[in-house]
């Protein structure tokens, strides 16, 4: 078994226009199928140079193309077997390098973040830091794959979403394929401006929501309002959620006061252990 | 003090799981150690009172009982386990006491005598310990006199029959205290005494003495007579010489664990990387291929060091190809085996291992997916669980789950290792601690940074805190800046980094204190936020989060802040006074699980509750019948009349 085979299939992959997407799930099929005849869908210590670097572009170019056809679970099979390749030093390939690695990662970073993953995004930041902060110094946040998830994450927590939106527009993104996410984070950021101003408006003028939510037209706020339940009236809108607020029901004296009396009854029973 | 304070924190939330092991732990311990106990309280004891009557037996004799008075104490301290400083001067003596032991069991019989009647009815190795603990004192002056070197060879020889008497009696705590007398033996290690040593103790043939030599570099020395000691000192009797003959015949593995250890202190110290680690390898190889139970301990300490050699091998951790990455096999089939073997020693130690294995190369998923696959040994060391708990505290806070990670970290700086040679460990989870406060919203305790042991460790982490205390941007900033080496070295970087936000809302709830209405323009200035719109949301969000309470005019471009609420009208202070009262019972019912009673103690009170019993009916049938007699008494009257 040759690596020529391969990498005709790769250059079949990697060609401009790219190829339709069924073809293109095809032609990964064989480049894996063709890895494995390799014997280097894993690196192991006896794996050349040449071959491992074929394996990893070949990886790298299925988890791109997969991100391009908006098949997340396939980019993350891609991802997990491109660790261990990332885990070898740039000089055990060849010719050397890094490969796109920053790229794949940063879209994995990001697809984290899409799904809400914070956890398992801070984890591989963490393994990143470590790695690119031993050496260079500030090395993580310049890089422009992986700074941009970074920036990403960082904004959304403070809550700059006006930056964010920003960030998702078309001149905003690193490269193409970080354009794909751009959709759900807009979904993710708009949830999130609707349920801050619920609490923080009384009312809100419908031009000014319209720039809020970053949201096209005035029929598409009347639309995403009713769509939340607020209720709009005279050309503003109004959120209904406060005032429901303000006056504590009966309902939740009568919760408080059971607290009060299972506590109470609590600390009873305690003492008389004790005593 | 560092206990002071800790136990100052321990108010707090004394619920927590880490205290119901800890307190499962002592009392675990000290259960199984209840035997050391009297012993190193005697031992304590002659030590502090050695100058004072060197010349007085009697006194002494006197003394004896006393020690038993106050066992609970000592078995906690006891407890701590293996490098504690404190017990490093009782262990020294111990050894040396038993020089004393051959001189003095011919000259002075006293003690000896005294001894047994203090302690009646104990185990005769027990009563031998105290023996050589007793005439510790008069060992002192041999000590004196003594070359350390030649103490040192003396105190390993020593040890060997303390391994000797731990696999004869399978009794792990010997092995214990020999493990606690390395500290003090280290300072004298060196190749010339090691050689000695061992070809005191092996004969010519012997391959593991071949093996230890050439890895000392020393393969040209002359194996001496087993029987014609070097020593100087006139101890080594008849006895010491019968011991000699029989060791040589037959060298227990423990022995060769314990010398190797030894080699590979001498080392770590001298700083043989390279040759420590291949010794380690070898080490390892032959041990996992004995199944000795007393072996335990010992295999713990070796793959201890065996770990630590490879992480100073050159790639060091942080790159993805370090030299620890390659030993993880090895960790984990040890882990196996230790975990098949229920060898809890070693268990615990390789489990902390891995850890800190994982975690030097980032490998946080791995570390995560380690522990919830394997189970650490509750009955593990103090200090391993201390150790454990740090890795999971960090591991906890890198995943976000602030309150677990809290829980951890707190449990591990409160069982961390009072002793300064410990206080690496304490500051380092002191660090990560403040940090996770921090994440949480939570303003740490000023009172930890004025710990004489953390005050200047912690300076950065005192400025970082009142930064984010403030809610002021530019000195968050400043600071994270001016020490950004010295968070990266101590991994807390990006958990700070994290804490932008915290800062944020910090200066948003200042601003909403301060002010009843206040521009955004002004706040955006203030919070050095970039932009109007950008102010505008984040003010939205801390409403939502519930960190202010404000409405914001989007046609005026400002925050009005709400009528503070009496919080006395709230449910709140009822939470607060809950809280504290659910601290405080647990608490107690923490205090009444670590307590201990004697054996049988209420067999003794079932028996006395039963005689006050029997006194009580035959009390009640006594009036009863007095009261028959007395009313046949009136009915004779009566009948008289």
Known sequence: MSTSELTSTLRHLQSTPPPSPDQISSLLSKAKRQLLQLNALLPTASTSPQVLHLARATLETGAL??????????????????????ELPPSSYSPEGEGQRSKVTGLYLLLLLTKGDYAEFHTVLEGLETEFGGGKGKGLEEDKFIGYPVKLERWLMEGSYDRVWKAVGREGVPSEEFGVFSEVLIGTIRAEIASCSEKAYPSLPIPNAKNLLFLESEGGVVQFAQSRGWIVKDGRIWFPFQHGEEAPSGKETLVTSGQVIENTIGYARELETIV | MPGEGRSLRSGKDTSSSTNGEKARSNSQSSSSKDKPVPTRAASSKTKAAAPARKGSKKESSNDKPQPNGQPIENGVNGADDVDMIDEEAETVKVPTGKNGEEEMTVVVPPPKG???SGEPGKDPEGDTAMGNVDKAEDGAQDVEQMDPKVKAVTDIKGNFQLLEKAVAQFDARFTLRVLRSISSIRKHLSPDLLAQVITETYGPTNAIAKTLLSTLGKEDVRFSDASASEMDVDQPSKDKNSKHGTSTKEILPEVDTYLSILVQIYLHDSRAVQAGAKFSSDLIGHLRTLNRRTLDALSAKVYFYYSLFYEQLAPVPPSPTAS???????LLAALRTAVLRKDQDTQATVTTLLLRNYLSTSHITQADLLISHSQFPPAASNNQIARYLYYLGRIRAIQLSYTEAHEHLTGATRKSPATPSAGGFYQAASKLLVVVELLM??????AIFRQPNLETAMEPYLNLVQAVRVGKMEGFLSVVQANNALFRK???YTLILRLRQNVIKTGIRMMSLSYAKISLRDICMK???????????????AIRDGVIEATLDHEGAFMKSKEAGDVYATGEPGEAFHERIRACLGLHDESVKAMRFPMNQHRLELKNAQEARERERELAKEIVEGEMDDEDGAGGDFEGM
């Open chain 2, 527 to 541: 919070l050095d936020l970039g932009s109007e719109e950008s102010a505008e949301y984040i003010v939205a969000k």
């Open chain 2, 114 to 116: 005294s001894k047994l």
């Open chain 2, 441 to 446: 919203g939570d303003i740490p305790d000023r």
């Open chain 2, 490 to 492: 101590d991994g807390t």
């Open chain 1, 65 to 86: 193309l997969s991100i391009r056809l908006q098949n997340p679970d396939a980019f993350t099979r891609y991802f997990q077997q491109l660790l261990p390749f990332y």
């Open chain 2, 324 to 330: 620890v990455v390659s030993i993880r096999p090895h």
